[in-house]
């Protein structure tokens, strides 16, 4: 069926024979159980590919050892980026917010507000609690000052079922909803929740 071509003036000097079927040039001397490779020459496209990738290979080598570039180690370029938003968040001064409780009637409207959607399933409309401690009486399980108030709000409880809120309230709006439990201290609930914590001194 083929013919046996002993060019020698192809690429790779190699003999090859044409299949006088289709005209394939086939390599010569490969041949496995009569099946024959086509001597084709690899496209252009896969060709630069291979070539592409070689330069890539030696430039990425260069720049991981020999210019040691931090873009190419993860933790590096991380800290970069961390250091680079850090520098972009304003430095916090506490003169710009302070934890105290608010008098005003705006804050504590809106105080209200927050009290009534958020925190009244578990301590009750009228401050008696339920799940949640009572804000009515003279016992605290964290402590008796805005500050103390302040940090269980934004941190929670989270074991004992108390949520943070540091995510979905802003400083302004704990102070003000906390702000509001305190107008909610020494009314009587209607169902007051037995006292939890220690006896304080009230001193709001
Ligand atoms: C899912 C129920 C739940 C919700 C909602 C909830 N709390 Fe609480 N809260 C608790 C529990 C339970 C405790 C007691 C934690 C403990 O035993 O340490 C608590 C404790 C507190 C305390 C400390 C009381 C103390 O005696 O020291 C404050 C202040 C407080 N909550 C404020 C809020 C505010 C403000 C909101 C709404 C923004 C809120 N809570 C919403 C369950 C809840």
Known sequence: M??????????????YEIDTLTNDR??????????????????PWWKWLFYICIAFGIIYLVRLFVMDSDDLYQDREFNKAMAEAASMVPARSNAEFEIKILTDSESIKRGKE????????????????????????????????????FSVVTN?????GMIAYKDQLSPTQRLEVLSY????????????????????????
Not at 26 to 43: C, F, M, Q, T
Not at 121 to 133: A, T
């Open 26 to 43: 086939l390599i010569a001397d490969h041949d496995y159980d009569g099946i024959k490779e086509l001597d084709n020459d690899l496209p």
């Open 2 to 15: 083929s013919t046996l071509n002993e060019n020698s003036n192809n690429k790779q000097g190699e003999n």
């Open 114 to 149: 927050t009290y009534d959607k958020i925190c009244q399933v578990c301590h009750l409309m009228d401050g008696g609690g339920l799940v949640g401690p009572n804000f009515t009486d003279n016992y605290w399980i964290h402590g008796n000052s805005i500050n103390d108030w």
């Open 156 to 160: 929670g409880v989270i074991e004992k």
């Open 181 to 204: 439990i305190a107008t909610l201290h020494g009314t009587t609930p209607a169902n007051p929740k037995a006292p939890q914590g220690e006896e304080m001194e009230w001193l709001y």
